[in-house]
T-cell receptor, first 112, second 112 residues
Framework: GEDVEQSLFLSVREGDSSVINCTYT??????LYWYKQEPGAGLQLLTY?????DMKQDQRLTVLLNKKDKHLSLRIADTQTGDSAIYFC????????????FGKGTKLSVKP | DAGVTQSPTHLIKTRGQQVTLRCSPK?????VSWYQQALGQGPQFIFQ???????QRGNFPDRFSGHQFPNYSSELNVNALLLGDSALYLC???????????FGSGTRLTVV
């Protein structure tokens, strides 16, 4: 079946690194995404990774993919209070035009 | 460049009523997807429209229907509203050449 799981909460200090983890079940997913949702807002695409990649870095964001374990992680370096939000992992079993399957989201709280 | 525009932003309906939500995709995008996000949950895929036809559908009853117009804008209709339909409804647009969905800010529907 299709399911994406994430831990629900993460709390870090400003300036520390944050690591948000996700597991997915569909090995046919060719794209995996990280979205950010701030209170009262829609979803903002942060980054995505192709299934044939192990790692992708984009400024403060690093995505690691372990296909064998179906594990995806998002590392945010030098976390700021403005990074406080809910982060969703999503897989797309149907390719780039397929529907997205989301986890329940990880609420990141950044303490000053 | 306007992103995805949804209207209205909020509305309140009574059980049994019908509702229509509207979405204008990002400029250059031709594919529109709709998601339902219940409180504390990740978004759930409702359906996707391309070339004015429903291309994919999630596990939602027939009370949920949609339409895409020649200018790529879209409507989501929900009939016979239930209390459980209360949620944030998100529209996402993409180009058929590559996904990379852009989400709108959503319509918050409350059924009383």
């Amino acid at each position: 079946g299709e399911d994406v799981e994430q831990s629900l909460f993460l709390s870090v200090r400003e300036g520390d690194s944050s690591v948000i983890n996700c597991t997915y079940t569909d090995s046919s997913s060719t794209y995996l995404y990280w979205y950010k949702q701030e209170p009262g807002a829609g979803l903002q695409l942060l980054t995505y990774i192709f299934s044939n990649m192990d790692m992708k870095q984009d400024q403060r964001l690093t995505v690691l993919l372990n296909k064998k374990d179906k594990h995806l992680s998002l590392r945010i370096a030098d976390t700021q209070t403005g990074d406080s939000a809910i982060y969703f992992c999503a897989e797309s079993p149907g390719g780039s035009q397929g529907n997205l399957i989301f986890g329940k989201g990880t609420k990141l709280s950044v303490k000053p | 460049d306007a992103g995805v525009t949804q209207s209205p932003t909020h509305l309140i309906k009574t059980r049994g009523q019908q509702v229509t939500l509207r979405c204008s995709p990002k400029s250059g995008h031709d594919t529109v997807s709709w998601y339902q996000q219940a409180l504390g949950q990740g978004p759930q895929f409702i359906f996707q429209y391309y070339e004015e036809e429903e291309r994919q559908r999630g596990n939602f009853p027939d009370r949920f229907s949609g339409h895409q117009f020649p200018n790529y804008s879209s409507e989501l209709n929900v009939n016979a509203l239930l209390l459980g339909d209360s949620a944030l409804y998100l529209c996402a647009s993409s180009s058929n050449r590559f996904g990379g969905y852009t989400f709108g800010s959503g319509t918050r529907l409350t059924v009383v």
